[in-house]
């Protein structure tokens, strides 16, 4: 079943998202596949009748070769498409090749448009992405991540599998109202990702999209209220991607097992 058959409200054109560290010949040969099946897609999607109120997104690529990230934006943006997405991002790069494409690309779009960042969804990208210019974000990671016991909070990601978690009586996250965080204690999610509850991962995953689209809503409110800036920098200085606590009880773990 294709994307019209499925009811989408968005629909993304054909691309070929190659992968990381391939050679500029190969890059180039896939993003001008790419183009062609952008101007084919756009010409169907104009000519039938058949998609009223549907949007259809033209999708940049180029990897990581800025001068083909320029020329596909030019080249995608020459289509009058409802939105454009920045696609072949976050499938190996680093975080500054991932800002820097990102920004690169976004300032080149339409301002008229909805920008669209695909497969990107960790909190602080969310918020590195919009301070750059994106409006829309797609990624899998909040649940994929849920399901291993990493939950996120203010103050990062924290794996809820670890024992510091088994006495703690209060929510996850105190600042959260999820229905996990509403309902359960830490402990109790604990419990359950130990006892390989299948709860355990609905309500991680649970809490995680409720805090990407709690983060998103305080986004939108400070961009009305013209304080995105500070409030950016003081979730960044504050949030931590990885559990640190966790990091560390590692590194004691290995030290002792070591002997050191």
Not at 2 to 17: E, P
Not at 59 to 66: K, N, R
Not at 87 to 104: C, H, I, N, R, S
Request: charged residues 25%.
């Amino acid at each position: 079943m294709n994307q019209v058959g499925l009811g989408a409200d968005i629909i993304m054109c054909f691309d070929q998202c190659i992968a990381y560290g391939a050679s500029e010949r190969q890059v180039r040969q896939a993003m001008e596949r790419t183009h062609r099946w952008a101007a084919q897609c756009h010409r169907v999607h104009r000519d039938s009748g058949a998609w009223p109120g549907r949007a259809l997104f033209g999708i940049v690529q180029g990897g990581t070769f800025s001068h083909l990230r320029d020329e596909s934006t030019q080249a995608i943006t020459a289509i009058p498409f409802d939105g454009y997405a920045v696609g072949g991002l976050a499938v190996g790069e680093d975080k500054e090749q991932l800002y820097g494409f990102t920004g690169q690309v976004a300032a080149q779009l339409p301002q008229d448009k909805p920008r669209y960042l695909m497969g990107v969804g960790s909190p602080e990208d969310l918020v590195e992405g919009v301070a750059r210019g994106i409006d829309m974000f797609d990624c899998a990671l909040p649940t994929r991540v849920a399901r291993n016991g990493a939950m996120f909070t203010p103050d990062g990601r924290v794996d809820v599998t670890k024992r510091r978690f088994a006495e703690q009586h209060g929510p996850v996250d105190e600042e959260c109202d999820c229905y996990a965080c509403a309902n359960y204690s830490a402990a109790y999610v604990h419990h359950l990702f130990r006892a390989k509850e299948i709860l355990g991962l609905r309500l991680a995953s649970t809490h995680n999209l409720r805090f990407v689209l709690r983060l998103m809503e305080r986004i939108r409110e400070a961009i009305l209220e013209e304080r995105f800036t500070s409030f950016s920098r003081e979730f960044l200085d504050r949030y931590r991607p990885t559990d640190e606590t966790a990091r560390q009880e590692q590194k004691l773990r290995w030290l002792q097992e070591r002997g050191t």
